[in-house]
């Protein structure tokens, strides 16, 4: 079992920071933790800003140190053991500052 997380109430602002953490409180170790953005894993070394730390072996943390636009969307923290998986997820929504398609 994994604690529910989340990114607040309000939408994230760009350039923003932002953290959430995956606890897995019931389950047997080793167990695997992994964070998915849309279904996608996101690896440990990435150029999208975000930041995956593992403390002990039930904690990881998901840092995001300066909030973009692609960064909006679904972000799932999935565990892993011999005996099954479990998943949580929460939304990120990002405000984007207006910006001129065309300019008059």
């Not at 990120?92 to 207006?98: A, G, S």
């Amino acid at each position: 079992r994994i604690l529910p997380f989340n990114f607040g109430d309000e939408p994230s602002f760009t350039e923003s920071f932002a953290t959430v953490q995956c606890a897995v409180t019931v389950g047997d170790l080793p167990i695997t933790i992994e964070w998915l953005h849309n279904g996608v894993p996101i690896p440990r070394n990435n150029d999208r800003g975000v930041i995956i730390q593992h403390s002990g072996r039930r904690v990881s943390t998901l840092t995001l140190e300066s909030i973009r636009d692609f960064n909006a969307g679904n972000y799932s923290c999935l565990a892993r053991n011999v005996a099954g998986s479990s998943e949580q997820s929460a939304e990120l929504i990002v405000n984007v500052p207006p910006r001129w398609i065309l300019e008059p």
